[in-house]
């Protein structure tokens, strides 16, 4: 089943039913296999500066199934993912908005809408 789909991730796709599968490759992106065999690929999203890489795959998966639900294609919806994933490796905590909550925590001021 492997040689058929020419990837390993395919044939764990296959073998559960599942009509995607996404496997994340950290700086090399991630890739996607539909229930019908087809291999979709995204590059990672440059990020000027990596400030933390924990939750990058959880912020992945969390724009692609975002993106999945609001009706875009495996395609579309791994270009999410990684748009997401990379907001969340340059941020200290997962998401641009909870750094400025740790800011105005430490200063008293409110953090700005």
Known sequence: MVAAVGS????????LGAATVVCT????????????HAVLRVAATPVPEV????????AFMAGFLHATLDGADVAAALA???QQAATALG???LSPSLDGLSRSSKTGTPPAP
Not at 25 to 36: H, M, Q, R, S, Y
Not at 51 to 58: I, M, R, S
Request: aromatic residues 0%.
């Open 25 to 36: 490759l950290g700086a090399e992106g991630a890739v996607a296999v539909t229930a019908d």
């Open 80 to 82: 999410a993912g990684a």
């Open 91 to 93: 941020s200290r905590h």
């Open 8 to 15: 390993p991730v395919g044939a764990v796709g296959a073998m």
């Open 51 to 58: 400030v933390d890489t924990n939750g990058a795959g959880d």
